[in-house]
C-alpha cells in the first residue's frame, strides 16, 4: 500500500537549534517526494522536491532534505531555525498530480 | 501571491443543506484540478480529480453523489457537499497545477467547513 509516515507529530524547539523532522514512505513506481510547509493561516507551499539526481535536495528558507533510497527515507532538516519557521509540515510522495501526504508535523519555535 | 483562490474560507451551514466550494486558477488555465480533504491532526486525502469539461474521477470511498464537481472552465472548479452531515465536517482543499514548465501543484488557502 502507498503510504507516507511522519514520525513526529509536534516539535517544539528554541530559536537556532537544529531541526530534523523524519518521512518515511512505501510507494511502488518511480518515487517523486516533496515537502510542503503551511504556515499559520496561509496555504500550502512547496519547500522543496526530489525528482531524481542529487539525493540532498535544497529548498526555500535554508531547508534541506536527504532522499536515502535504501531507507525510504526523506528527512527534512535546517541547521538553525527560527521563530518564523513555526508552521505545519507535511512529507509528500506521488505522481506530479496525486499525492499522498503524511500526517504533518507541528513546529512550534521559541524564541 | 496565491496563484490557486479558493472561496470561501470558513462556511457554517445547518444539517441537511448544500454547501458549494470554489476552487480558481488565478494565472494559468487548469485542465485538472485536485480536491483534498483534512480532517483534524490527520493527513490530506485525495478525494477527487476535477476534469475541465468531463466528469470527475473520485478516490475510492468517497461518494460522488454527495460530493459533486463540476470543473465548467479552465479556471474554475467546484465542489458542492450535498446534504451536508455533521460527520462532513472538515478543511477541503484544492489544488491545480500550471502546465507550463515544470512546476509543482499550488494549493488553495482551504475552506473550513463546519455542519450544525
Known amino acids: 500500500a502507498q503510504s507516507v509516515s511522519q514520525h513526529n507529530h509536534h516539535v517544539i524547539l528554541s530559536e537556532a537549534a537544529s531541526l530534523e523532522l523524519g518521512c518515511n514512505y512505501s510507494?511502488?513506481?518511480?518515487?517523486?517526494l516533496f515537502w510542503y510547509v503551511q504556515y499559520p493561516g496561509q496555504h500550502l507551499q512547496l519547500l522543496l522536491k526530489?525528482?531524481?539526481?542529487?539525493?540532498l535536495v535544497k529548498g526555500i528558507k535554508g531547508f534541506e532534505a536527504e532522499f536515502i533510497k535504501s531507507k525510504f527515507s526523506f528527512n527534512l532538516r535546517k541547521p538553525s531555525v527560527q521563530w518564523s519557521d513555526t508552521a505545519e509540515y507535511f512529507c509528500?510522495?506521488?505522481?506530479?498530480?496525486?499525492?499522498?501526504f503524511g500526517a504533518g508535523t507541528r513546529l512550534a519555535v521559541h524564541p | 501571491g496565491a496563484v490557486v483562490s479558493q472561496h470561501p474560507s470558513r462556511v457554517i451551514c445547518k444539517s441537511g443543506t448544500s454547501v458549494k466550494i470554489e476552487c480558481r486558477s488565478l494565472?494559468?488555465?487548469?485542465?485538472?484540478m485536485f480536491w483534498y480533504r483534512q480532517f483534524p491532526k490527520q493527513s490530506l486525502m485525495l478525494m477527487a480529480t476535477?476534469?475541465?469539461?468531463?466528469?470527475?474521477?473520485?478516490e475510492q470511498g468517497v461518494e460522488k453523489d454527495k460530493f459533486l464537481i463540476n470543473h465548467a472552465s479552465l479556471t474554475l472548479s467546484t465542489l458542492t457537499v450535498t446534504s451536508a452531515h455533521p460527520e462532513d465536517s472538515s478543511f477541503y482543499i484544492c489544488?491545480?497545477?500550471?502546465?507550463?514548465?515544470?512546476?509543482?501543484?499550488?494549493f488553495g488557502n482551504g475552506t473550513r467547513l463546519t455542519v450544525t
Open positions: 489544488s491545480a497545477r500550471d502546465p507550463r514548465g515544470n512546476s509543482p501543484l499550488h
Open positions: 510507494y511502488g513506481g518511480t518515487v517523486n
Open positions: 526530489y525528482f531524481s539526481g542529487d539525493p
Open positions: 509528500a510522495v506521488g505522481g506530479y498530480n496525486k499525492l499522498i
Open positions: 494565472d494559468f488555465q487548469a485542465t485538472t
Open positions: 476535477s476534469n475541465e469539461g468531463s466528469k470527475a474521477t473520485y
